[in-house]
């Protein structure tokens, strides 16, 4: 036999060679598939995708920054390179899917061009009246006047309409207090370590420090949680998707319910702070905090930087 494919293998031995090569490298790079034959290669498919016949176990405190890192860049609007795809390895019935779930009629008032013209104008003068206050009235706010900002709030859209937010609304003084110290406690440390040179720069036209007396003086701080997966009630996990995003959008319809009940606030960010403040007021580990909105009335010696807007030809492109 080897007299037969000795001047074969003589020939073409280089082709041979090459060929031999390139099954082993392709045996090494192909991507893995799991004993049930799903494709773990692909960027957060396994991580993510829910299982509906298995029960998945809780997250330990230390999966919950990948679950939601690697949910971000499945719902990033730009290409995630070689963990893109098309959505053509997914066997989905589309049309079914586009007509599932039941549907009412809907309406709205229809203005005239004039009625659109003055509405729209009114509505972006009273928001342009919106600025960031640090200088707070101690006055009381109706906690009715609360429970509409959050009822405004909870009117925004979210993917899959998994409304992934939970807002907490914090009036008792001993529970501020107990904010505050957490909150400096961090932000002295981001002032003086963690936040660069070029950041203080930026923020000296605002003149913050890392005290924040307004979190006690305020009569509501609105801590906003955005929740990065929920439960079914059978206690599996269920996925939020666009979590950040949807809670951003609620947030924006919040601050301009705030300015239109004649509040006022300032969009907080407690960098580092968020598991103390999550365990101070006893939330779940699904839940980070997105923001902390102190709200009440301007103090009566209340002041803002005199920052300028862009105009309207610097931020609208028509095409």
């Known amino acids: 036999m080897l007299d037969t494919y000795a001047p074969f293998v003589t020939a073409y031995w280089s082709q041979l060679l090459a060929v031999v090569v ?29 299982n509906n016949n298995i029960a998945q176990p809780p997250l330990a405190n230390g999966d919950i920054d990948r679950l939601v ?11 995630n390179d070689a963990g893109d795809t098309d959505g053509n390895d997914v066997d989905v019935d589309w049309e079914a899917l586009a007509s599932g779930g039941q549907h009412i009629p809907y309406s709205l008032p229809r203005y005239n061009d004039d009625e659109m013209t003055q509405r729209s104008i009114q509505f972006y003068r009273d928001m342009n009246q919106r600025r960031s206050v640090r200088l707070f009235s101690t006055d009381p706010v109706p906690a009715e006047v609360i429970d509409n900002l959050i009822r405004t709030a909870g009117t925004g859209p979210s993917g899959a ?8 609304a914090v009036k008792d003084v001993h529970l501020k207090e107990q904010i505050t110290e957490i909150i400096e406690a961090e932000e002295k440390i ?32 609105i801590v906003v949680f ?10 599996r996990r269920k996925t939020h998707y666009y979590h950040e995003t ?13 300015q239109n009940a004649g509040l006022v606030t300032l969009t907080s960010t407690p960098m580092n702070a968020g598991p103390k403040l999550r365990s101070l007021l006893d939330r779940p580990i699904n839940e980070k905090v997105l923001l902390l909105l102190p709200v009440g009335f301007p103090a009566k010696d209340a002041t803002v930087p005199d920052f300028k807007r862009k105009p309207l030809e610097q931020i609208l492109i028509v095409k």
């Not at 949807?246 to 705030?258: D, F, M, P, Y």
């Open 190 to 221: 981001n002032y003086e370590k963690r936040m660069g040179q070029a950041w203080l720069d930026d923020l000296k036209s605002v003149g913050t420090s890392w005290r924040k007396p307004y979190l006690k003086t305020a009569p509501y701080l």
């Open 226 to 235: 955005k929740q990065s997966y929920g439960f079914r009630a059978d206690g």
């Open 69 to 79: 890192d690697n949910q971000t860049k499945l719902e990033s609007c730009e290409p």
């Open 246 to 258: 949807s809670a951003g959008i609620s947030v924006g319809l919040l601050l301009a319910a705030i």
């Open 161 to 168: 309409h998994t409304e992934p937010w939970t807002f907490v």
């Open 22 to 50: 390139g099954f082993v490298v392709a045996s090494f790079v192909r991507p893995s598939r799991d004993r049930d034959g799903s494709d773990s290669s692909r960027t957060g498919k396994n991580t993510l995708r829910e």
